[in-house]
Structure formats: C-alpha cells, structure tokens
C-alpha cells in the first residue's frame, strides 16, 4: 500500500511540474511579446524626432533599424505581403529552416525598412539570424 501511495504522489507531482512549466512558457512568450511590441511602439517616435532634429527624412532614419527591431516588426506581422507570417507563423518557420536571417533582411529591403546595401552586411545578417534563433528557442 505504502509503494502505491509514494508512486501516486510521484505522478501528480509530475503533472504539476508540467503544469507549472506550461504557465511559465505561457508567460514568457506573453512577457516576450510584450517587451516586442513596447520597444517597437516607441520606434516610430523616436524616428520622427531623429528626423526633426537632424534634418534627415523620415524614410533614411527608418532603413537603419536594428536587427532586433526587423525580428521584431516580422514577429507583429508586418511583414505579411511578403510572405511572411507572424507570431507562431514566424517561430514555426524559423525552427523549420523556412526562414533565415538574409531572407528577413531582404524582405526588409524590398519593404523599404532596410537600404539594399545591408544584403551584403554579413554582421548585421548574422545578427538578425541570432534574434531569429533566441526569438524560436522560447
């Protein structure tokens, strides 16, 4: 009787762990996407006033976004007529290979975020492939 009790209790306390694992992911991916979406908020702001300031256009400001901001801008959506889903979309591709850091650069560019110089910025393509991948790991 005493074994049967200790192996009933291992099991729930599996199934607790799980659940807990589960909320945790749950509110990381929440917490992930918030942070996305608050830095990415802020962007535009910052770009117009960049722009002001410095007598620079809105658009020459905007291609020099970071490679965080365009893993950011693919995870929201934007990137939709190019092909290119968002959200799990976006995480599906990465982890399937349908996806690299040089075809987001490139839909950034044909987008007009990027200058199409940067398709020949290895550092900044393995950059964006490093947010990719961080991005797909949670």
């Not at 729930?12 to 996305?36: D, H, N, P, S, V």
């Not at 400001?61 to 901001?69: H, L, M, R």
């Not at 990465?94 to 940067?118: A, W």
Request: a positive charge.
């Amino acid at each position: 009787m005493h074994h049967d009790s200790n192996q009933g209790k291992q099991i729930e306390l599996r199934k607790f762990t799980k659940y807990r694992i589960e909320i945790m992911e749950r509110l990381l991916l929440a917490t992930i996407g918030t942070i996305l979406v608050a830095t990415t908020a802020a962007q535009p702001v910052l770009a117009k006033k960049t722009a002001a300031n410095s007598n620079v256009t809105q658009n020459q400001v905007v291609k020099n976004i970071t490679p965080f901001n365009l893993v950011s801008l693919a995870y929201q959506g934007k990137f939709k007529n190019q092909g290119v889903g968002g959200y799990h979309s976006l995480l599906s591709a990465v982890r399937f290979g349908e996806i690299s850091g040089k075809d987001l650069v490139q839909h950034g560019i044909d987008s007009g975020r990027l200058s199409p110089e940067t398709i020949n910025n290895s550092g900044y393509i393995q950059a964006v492939e490093f947010q990719l991948k961080d991005l797909s790991k949670n």
